[in-house]
């Protein structure tokens, strides 16, 4: 029997009113909509923005088969948790089992098998080496994730890029407002995926002695929702922590306040605007 247990990685989904059928219960088509919103998780788990890591690995995933295995039924507004594991690699298929769980309950369970294939003559590849070390590598439990930590000169080129893509194009932050002298003397952190992909950045100065200030904090958008910016920031205060500062502040978006208060970060003074953006001060003791 399916258990909880044998899955690492878990989705969890409220079932919409829209889902439900004229019995009340789940449509029994939309449980594969669940797996395949999971497996969507389950790559970001694995710190691996899907398209991307697609391209680099020159091929994609179809579908092959798909089968579903009924025992209970989720109902409206039930919360529901999605599990997803690799649990078989061929030569060219994959398989990923997953599973429907109303708390320690399944629901359904079932595979989803994939073939690596050519996007442009859909004829199918081996899987590649890089992809199945990445899959076992999750399974077993070893980090997704490298937090490098050093000056402009190591990671400027990989924390610039990052920084570019969320706050020049995406919020549309002026780019002579963006860049500054500071980039020189800070200690940076670039978060990267076991395909060495940077994927989030941030910066550590010094603030007044014994007061450090992070700064510059920014995740890309398909790896947001996952932990890469918490390392990151963890790295930061770590690297604080060994010269020796005794306190931490910085200047949250207002939106990413609560990011930083599971971190440990309480707000300080009113909110205020920075770069046409709602911001407030938070700190915390090291």
Not at 61 to 81: C, F, M, P, Q
Not at 215 to 227: E, K
Request: charged share 25%; aromatic share 10%.
């Amino acid at each position: 029997m399916t258990t909880r247990a044998d899955y690492r990685h878990f989705e969890r989904l409220r079932v919409r009113w829209a889902e439900i059928d004229m019995q009340g219960i789940v449509f029994n088509g939309h449980y594969l909509m669940y797996f395949d919103t999971a497996v969507a998780g389950y790559w970001r788990a694995m710190a691996l923005p899907y398209q991307e890591t697609m391209q680099y690995l020159d091929g994609d995933l179809y579908v092959r088969k798909s089968t579903l295995e009924y025992n209970g039924s989720a109902r409206y507004d039930d919360l529901i948790d999605v599990g997803v594991r690799t649990q078989r690699i061929g030569n060219s298929s994959m398989v990923l089992a997953c599973a429907v769980f109303r708390g320690d309950q399944l629901l359904v369970s079932g595979e989803l098998v994939y073939v690596f294939a050519d996007p442009a003559t859909m004829s199918s590849r081996p899987v590649p080496q890089q992809l199945r070390d990445l899959l076992e590598g999750f399974e077993a439990g070893k980090p997704m994730v490298d937090v490098r930590v050093g000056a402009w000169d190591e990671l400027g080129r990989e924390a610039g890029a990052i920084r570019t893509t969320v706050f020049v194009e995406e919020q549309k932050i002026p780019a002579e407002m963006e860049w500054d002298a500071a980039d020189a003397v800070a200690v940076h952190a670039v978060a990267y995926n076991r395909l060495g992909r940077p994927l989030a950045t941030g910066r550590l100065l010094e603030h007044v002695p014994g007061v450090a200030k992070i700064g510059r904090m920014a995740v890309l958008p398909p790896m947001r929702g996952t932990r890469i910016g918490r390392s990151v920031l963890d790295a930061l205060m770590q690297a604080a922590r060994a010269r020796g500062d005794r306190e931490v502040i910085l200047h949250a978006q207002t939106s990413a306040a609560g990011f930083y208060a599971r971190a440990g970060f309480a707000p300080r003074g009113p909110e205020f605007e920075e770069a046409g953006i709602p911001h407030i001060e938070m700190v915390r003791s090291l």
